[in-house]
């Protein structure tokens, strides 16, 4: 047996099909009335009566009566499904914008599908949810503009795959907006960090800093590795190397590279060249070896000549020829090789494991 509230919603569905079409509006807005009053008392089934007669009385009302009612049931936890998920595939915005912003009657499904056909606006109402599963947000940074990105990003409770965090990071080059805001995710996977680091600008990077003060020796670390990374694969590929390199292996073919080949390079002043077979000799990548000639500091270098075993007087024309390329006084050079004298092998490994250890992704 229906109860009172059942039987007055049976009373104005049939009062409703024998009025004219031009008080649609009047019916619904009287009904609409009606569940919001009582809205956290009704049962499902109950929602779904109303669902029924919410639903017929929707067809074809203009586009102002339709904002109203979205405006009005989006705030609403147990609003009608069916009314709810129709309002969020209107093709008007205002329609469907508090509902795919507000609503928590919307599923997965309904939002992914709204997010691949609807415009940008209907985009950015749904970046605003206060919870944003990840198969909805891989489909807002793919189609997103900017303004839909950066509204993504900074929405504490949006999820993002791993696949959406690659997106955001192949954005973030040359936009320090995006850069900034994707930096900033405290769940963002280190791998995708890492290349975050080598799109961002030095900006960017000295932002990152300051909002994780805590972290920020760890980033400074993270931006030398990438860094270093990054110019190994630009030094690698350069002119002068690829010429240094063809150089070395015409002089040392059918012969391994020696000390005195490196001798030679140092003595006639052959700085790519000494790179070169400096590299091979030490088993290090070039950008590392060209890094550690023109940094200021000489810890690294000292370490590199003791880890590949060379003697004091080819330590010397290296240190020669780094004076030309470096502010390096004889003085310097003279210090160099004392402390290079002292220094332990199995201290110099530790140094050079310490600058050249690899970048490990999580």
């Not at 950008?287 to 007087?313: M, N, P, Y």
Request: proline share 3%.
């Amino acid at each position: 047996m229906l109860n009172g509230q059942e039987s007055l919603i049976r009373d104005i569905e049939s009062a409703v099909a024998k009025r004219p079409a031009s008080h649609r509006a009047e019916s619904l807005r009287y009904v609409t009335d009606l569940f919001v009053a009582q809205a956290p008392n009704f049962t499902e089934e109950q929602v779904s009566l109303f669902d029924d007669v919410i639903a017929r009385l929707a067809v074809q009302i203009e586009v102002s009566a339709r904002v109203l009612l979205a405006q009005r049931l989006a705030v609403i936890p147990n609003a009608p499904p069916k009314v709810v998920n129709s309002l969020a595939a209107d093709e008007e915005i205002d329609v469907a914008g508090p509902v795919l912003t507000q609503s928590e009657r919307l599923n997965e499904a309904v939002l992914v599908a709204a997010a691949r056909i609807r415009g940008q606006g209907h985009l950015l109402a749904i970046s605003r949810r206060k919870k944003i599963a990840t198969s909805i947000t891989d489909v807002l940074v793919e189609r997103g503009d900017k303004t839909v990105v950066l509204s993504a990003v900074a929405n504490a409770g949006a999820l993002f795959s791993n696949s959406g965090f690659a997106i955001l990071v192949q954005r973030s080059d040359g936009d320090d907006q995006i850069a900034s805001g994707v930096g900033l995710r405290s769940e963002m996977p280190r791998h995708h960090f890492l290349k975050l680091l080598t799109v961002a600008s030095e900006s960017v990077r000295t932002k990152l800093e300051r909002a994780n003060p805590q972290a920020a020796e760890e980033i400074r670390r993270v931006v030398r590795e990438v860094t270093n990374k990054t110019q190994a694969q630009s030094i690698a590929s350069s002119y002068e190397y690829s010429r240094a390199r063809k150089v070395v292996t015409e002089r040392c073919i059918g012969d391994r590279i020696s000390s005195s080949d490196l001798s030679e390079f140092a003595t006639t002043g052959k700085f790519e060249e000494t790179v070169v077979v400096l590299s091979l000799l030490a088993n290090m990548p070039v950008a590392t070896i060209e890094r550690a000639l023109l940094q200021e500091r000489t810890e690294l270098l000292l370490s590199i000549f003791k880890t590949a075993g060379l003697l004091w007087s080819d330590v010397n024309l290296v240190l020669q020829l780094r004076a030309r390329n470096h502010a390096m006084s004889m003085a310097d050079v003279e210090q160099c090789l004392a402390s290079y004298e002292r220094l332990k092998v199995t201290t110099a490994k530790l140094v050079v494991d310490y600058h050249c250890r690899p970048v490990r992704s999580k």
